[in-house]
């Protein structure tokens, strides 16, 4: 089992919908959850980042923690063409950060 | 500096050539990651340090590979013999404190050993 699994897609939604991206980690002491996205070409853009269970919103977009299922996601609400990107998962424990495969999302105009 | 910066931005070698990555991280963070992205995957662990030491290269392919940060701010990423298989993106992130805090990445050297 992968530490870090995210479906690699690609996940298409048409603009306005919200985009619902799913990220599962096999670390239960793991403490710190990340949201990257990735456009094609360039490095990694930190987005979100959570530390307790629930939602934590900003603007667009929302993160949600459940650490009982080891599980994490990311919504983007109002889904603009300009959010197709790879969305990365990365899940810390002490020091390091481990990163999922990445989920390919296409807004369709 | 404002973010991190990487030098150079494209790389291409020939096979069993050295090459040195540089990485210049945020001004006041602590702690430097060094991180492999091949096409498709998500970053790939390498080595990671707190102030001048190497606290883990345990995500160093083999020994060919070392980094160093002899003061605690800028480090180099130096790859001995170069190997086709090494081609890749070499991602630097830094953050302000050990782990668990957020981590922010320069844009990438592109190594490409022919």
């Known amino acids: 089992q992968k530490e870090v699994e995210q479906n690699s897609g690609p996940l298409s939604v048409p603009e306005g919908a919200i985009a619902s991206l799913n990220c599962t980690y096999s670390d239960r002491v793991s403490q710190s959850f990340f949201w990257y996205r990735q456009y094609s070409g360039k490095s990694p853009e930190l987005i979100m980042s959570i530390y307790s269970n629930g939602d934590k919103e900003d603007g667009r977009f929302t993160a949600q923690l459940n650490k009982a299922s080891q599980y994490v996601s990311l919504l983007i609400r109002d889904s603009q063409p300009s959010d197709s990107a790879t969305y990365l998962c990365a899940v810390a424990g002490t020091y390091k950060y481990i990163f999922g495969t990445g989920t390919r999302l296409k807004v369709l105009a | 500096g404002a973010g991190v910066s990487q030098t150079p931005s494209n790389k291409v070698t020939e096979k069993g050539k050295y090459v040195e990555l540089r990485c210049d991280p945020i001004?006041?963070?602590?702690?430097l990651y060094w991180y492999r992205q091949s096409l498709g995957q998500g970053p790939e662990f390498l080595i990671y340090f707190q102030g001048t030491g190497a606290a883990d290269d345990s995500g160093l392919p083999n020994d060919r590979f070392f980094a160093v940060r002899p003061e605690g701010s800028v480090s180099t990423l130096k790859i001995q013999r170069t190997e086709r298989g090494d081609s890749a993106v070499y991602l630097c992130?830094?953050?302000?404190?050990?782990?668990?805090?957020?981590?922010?990445f320069g844009q990438g050297t592109r190594l490409t050993v022919v």
């Open positions: 001004s006041g963070h602590t702690a």
């Open positions: 992130a830094s953050s302000s404190t050990v782990g668990n805090t957020e981590a922010f």
